[in-house]
């Protein structure tokens, strides 16, 4: 059974940084795309940031310049370093991965738990 299972998630005054990590486990054949989305209380979910098999990357414009998306296909982990963090950047942060598994044939989405970033002083 494939799991996402992220960590890295805290507390942090505005203007410092956290490292977001989600790991995929299971009998996993091969993975597209992994992204970062996150959801505010009362506010829709929104992707934050997406990374392809071959390394293309897309951020919101909210966190261009200050989110950096990562992988490492060894390990089938994604990244999110977040530099510069904001009161608005506040949110559960939730790992989605494309995958094919043992488990089907063709590409299915799978997301993570999430992990709670508060930004305050």
């Known amino acids: 059974q494939v799991q996402l299972v992220e960590s890295g998630g805290g507390l942090v005054q505005p203007g410092g940084s956290l490292r977001l990590s989600c790991a995929a486990s299971?009998?996993?054949?091969?993975?597209?795309?992994m992204a970062w989305y996150r959801q505010a209380p009362g506010k829709q979910r929104e992707l934050v940031a997406r990374?392809?098999?071959?390394?293309?990357?897309n951020y919101a414009d909210s966190v261009k310049g200050r989110f950096t998306i990562s992988r490492d296909y060894g390990k089938n982990t994604v990244y999110l370093q977040m530099n510069s963090l904001k009161p608005e950047d506040t949110a559960v942060y939730l790992c989605?991965?494309?995958?094919?598994?043992?488990?089907?044939?063709?590409?299915?989405?799978?997301w993570g738990q999430g992990t709670q970033v508060t930004v305050s002083s």
């Open positions: 989605y991965a494309v995958l094919k598994s043992a488990s089907y044939s063709y590409y299915r989405t799978y």
């Open positions: 299971g009998s996993i054949f091969s993975i597209n795309a």
């Open positions: 990374i392809t098999s071959s390394s293309n990357t």
